[in-house]
Antibody, heavy 121, light 110 residues
């Protein structure tokens, strides 16, 4: 079945880095745009970044630009989020989600279960 | 990019209809046909309910419908059921090539 599985979350100290992964299965991963979305404890959804189906374009939320890098390996059906200079404000559940189209414009129709990132000293 | 504006909470009785609004600007909600709505039950991942303003993904009940007037998008749920109780978020593409979510609306079914 269509599935996204995130991994790589954990507890990390402020200022350190972490890489999240999102493994896709059950669909043609290389045909779809992919997003990262996060949700801080008790808060709403916050868009993080998007990457087009072929990796040719990437866009980031202003608060993450320069610190986070989205990438994908279509040969491995895997999406990544490299996060650096982490702060306590980055503590959240991070979801990957596939777009209904090749870019990012349409709805996010398949979501992973999320991976929790806790930034704490 | 500021979050889209949603009311914090809404309630309705079983069988009734409710509407959740999502207000943005001409640079997001009003400017592109890329508004979507998500349902999130406590502790679960979000689920796409409406995309491209009015389209319903396969498998989503036809009790859910989307619309837009100017810079405000709306999600209407008719024939409220107990399982509709959840948080609902709108989202839109923006002129900055970003995506933005609303603050979320908590639906209580009485």
């Amino acid at each position: 079945q269509v599935q996204l599985v995130e991994s790589g979350g954990g507890v990390v100290q402020p200022g350190r880095s972490l890489r999240l992964s999102c493994a896709a299965s059950g669909f043609t991963f290389s045909s779809y745009g992919m997003h990262w979305v996060r949700q801080a404890p008790g808060k709403g959804l916050e868009w993080v970044a998007v990457i087009w189906f072929d990796g040719s374009n990437k866009y980031y939320a202003d608060s993450m630009k320069g610190r986070f890098t989205i990438s994908r390996d279509n040969s491995k059906n895997t999406l990544y989020l490299q996060m650096s200079s982490l702060t306590v404000e980055d503590t959240a559940v991070y979801y990957c989600a596939s777009n209904k189209g090749s870019y990012g414009y349409h709805g996010m129709d398949v979501w992973g279960q999320g991976t929790t990132v806790t930034v704490s000293s | 990019q500021s979050a889209l504006t949603q009311s914090a909470s809404v309630s309705g009785s079983l069988g009734q209809s409710i509407t959740i609004s999502c207000t943005g600007t001409s640079s997001d909600v009003g400017g592109y046909n890329y508004v979507s709505w998500y349902q999130q039950h406590a502790g679960k991942a979000p689920k796409l309910m409406i995309y491209d303003v009015t389209n319903r993904p396969s498998g989503v009940s036809n009790r859910f419908s989307g619309s837009r007037s100017g810079n405000t998008a709306s999600l209407t749920i008719s024939g409220l059921q107990a399982e509709d109780e959840a948080d609902y978020y709108c989202s839109s593409y923006t002129s900055s090539s970003h995506w933005v979510f609303g603050g979320g609306t908590k639906l209580t079914v009485l």
